[in-house]
């Protein structure tokens, strides 16, 4: 059958009677160090190898006036990201899982913090998700400046704050399932919290160095032998890694590390995070994210991986999203008999994709056509002729759609009413 000519505000290509529509996308080769990096790029999420290759852009809405924030990667690859005012809990392919409007919390001038959540960081196994407020007061009462706090959230949902307390910290890393690490300023630039206790003081730069600094932005590595953090601001910021005797994943806190690499100055340096293989580490800078093997660090080998990317995440998943928002935009099994099966979807990149629908266990439906790039799509498909004789007169019907591309598969079911 040969392709039929549809006009579509957007690119188009039409094969068996299959239109799909959307943006462009761009893909490399596998990595080479383990795992992903979860990152933010033209205000949205995307995902990518270590070395850079392989990028797929998880979502399509973050604009200038409301940029994704902070992507957190669990260990499944679930990615929670701060949006607007709620933290979004999505899948690699950007189905959407939940949105989380975290509570308030409170300050350490006992005054209510609200809004926009940052500094997200969901545990490894998935079940907490971390977030910071960040603000500014100046008023009769307090001394100006700025303002933080940190809560725990189920990523079931919304969780009253009093069940796992809260801090007057902030940029939370996990360190296992049951522990994060904050960061709070002078006095308090390495802190400890199990959630539900008492946060405790681990260590501050005066702690080892005779000229001391800032530290913050602070992370453990996946075997508790390594931490990084930035050191210092401004042009005078450098990531710095240390060798951690003892256990700081539970129980007091560990003697002070010994510091044993750290990188040039750079302003705009920021938001160091560990490898799996605990020796790897990414970050940011002005230019893009930055990977080195930091546990080598005569021969780092410092390589700009993601040009333009801010805030990375590296987790142990690897990218493999499938593809996802599958949903019938128009219920109208009237429309559906006559013009087709109208389905949106996301796709994971440029290739054929197979589309089946069923209606009690039979195939009412299978086409395929050819994605020109990754993207939410939107495809029609010709019910069967048989099937529609079979459809014709019911006032509902329930539908299994499975979309399956590069051997990956996403499967919803669909309600179409007369």
């Given at each position: 059958m040969s392709p039929v000519a549809v006009s579509f505000v957007r690119c188009l290509f039409a094969v068996i009677a299959v239109f799909l529509v959307m943006p462009g996308f761009s893909s490399a080769a596998g990595a080479t160090s383990g795992g992903s990096i979860a990152y933010i790029s033209d205000n949205d999420v995307w995902i990518a190898n270590p070395d850079g290759s392989h990028r797929f852009r998880v979502t399509w809405d973050g604009t200038a006036n409301s940029p994704y924030r902070s992507p957190s990667q669990a260990d499944n690859g679930i990615i929670a990201a701060g949006h607007l005012n709620d933290i979004v809990l999505m899948r690699q392919s950007g189905d959407l899982i939940r949105e989380i409007d975290p509570p308030a919390l409170t300050n350490s001038v006992s005054h209510p913090m609200d809004g926009a959540p940052v500094d997200v960081a969901i545990s490894p196994n998935g079940r907490i998700i971390a977030w910071s407020f960040v603000g500014y007061e100046c008023d009769s009462t307090v001394d100006c400046g700025p303002r933080t706090a940190t809560g725990y959230t189920d990523a079931s949902g919304r969780t009253p704050v009093s069940r796992d307390g809260s801090?007057?910290?902030?940029?939370?890393?996990?360190?296992?399932?049951?522990?994060?690490?904050?960061?709070?300023?002078?006095?308090?630039?390495?802190?400890?919290?199990?959630?539900?206790?008492?946060?405790?003081?681990?260590?501050?730069?005066?702690?080892?160095?005779?000229?001391?600094?800032?530290?913050?932005?602070?992370?453990?590595?996946?075997?508790?032998?390594?931490?990084?953090?930035?050191?210092?601001?401004?042009?005078?910021?450098?990531?710095?890694?240390?060798?951690?005797?003892?256990?700081?994943?539970?129980?007091?806190?560990?003697?002070?590390?010994?510091?044993?690499?750290?990188?040039?100055?750079?302003?705009?340096?920021?938001?160091?995070?560990?490898?799996?293989?605990?020796?790897?580490?990414?970050?940011?800078?002005?230019?893009?994210?930055?990977?080195?093997?930091?546990?080598?660090?005569?021969?780092?080998?410092?390589?700009?991986?993601?040009?333009?990317?801010?805030?990375?995440?590296?987790?142990?998943?690897?990218?493999?999203?499938?593809?996802?928002?599958?949903?019938?935009?128009?219920?109208?099994?009237?429309?559906?008999?006559?013009?087709?099966?109208?389905?949106?979807?996301?796709?994971?990149?440029?290739?054929?994709?197979?589309?089946?629908?069923?209606?009690?266990?039979?195939?009412?439906?299978?086409?395929?056509?050819?994605?020109?790039?990754?993207?939410?799509?939107?495809?029609?498909?010709?019910?069967?002729?048989?099937?529609?004789?079979?459809?014709?007169?019911?006032?509902?019907?329930?539908?299994?759609?499975?979309?399956?591309?590069?051997g990956r598969s996403a499967v919803a079911t669909g309600f179409l009413k007369r």
């Open positions: 801090t007057f910290f902030h940029n939370p890393s996990w360190v296992g399932n049951s522990r994060t690490i904050q960061t709070g300023g002078y006095g308090s630039q390495v802190m400890l919290h199990d959630p539900g206790h008492e946060p405790v003081h681990w260590f501050d730069d005066s702690d080892y160095a005779e000229q001391s600094t800032d530290l913050s932005d602070s992370e453990l590595s996946a075997d508790g032998q390594r931490l990084a953090a930035v050191r210092g601001y401004g042009e005078d910021s450098r990531i710095i890694t240390f060798g951690v005797s003892g256990n700081a994943k539970s129980g007091p806190a560990p003697t002070v590390p010994t510091p044993d690499c750290i990188t040039d100055t750079e302003e705009g340096i920021a938001a160091p995070t560990w490898a799996p293989d605990s020796d790897h580490l990414a970050w940011e800078e002005s230019d893009g994210i930055w990977a080195g093997d930091l546990g080598n660090c005569g021969n780092a080998g410092q390589k700009l991986v993601i040009p333009g990317g801010t805030e990375p995440d590296w987790g142990p998943a690897r990218v493999d999203p499938s593809p996802g928002g599958v949903k019938l935009p128009y219920p109208s099994l009237k429309r559906a008999l006559k013009k087709g099966l109208t389905i949106d979807f996301t796709s994971i990149g440029k290739g054929r994709v197979d589309f089946k629908v069923k209606f009690r266990g039979a195939v009412i439906a299978a086409d395929h056509g050819r994605a020109p790039s990754a993207g939410p799509l939107q495809a029609v498909v010709n019910i069967r002729k048989s099937a529609r004789r079979r459809l014709t007169g019911r006032k509902k019907v329930k539908l299994k759609i499975s979309v399956t591309q590069a």
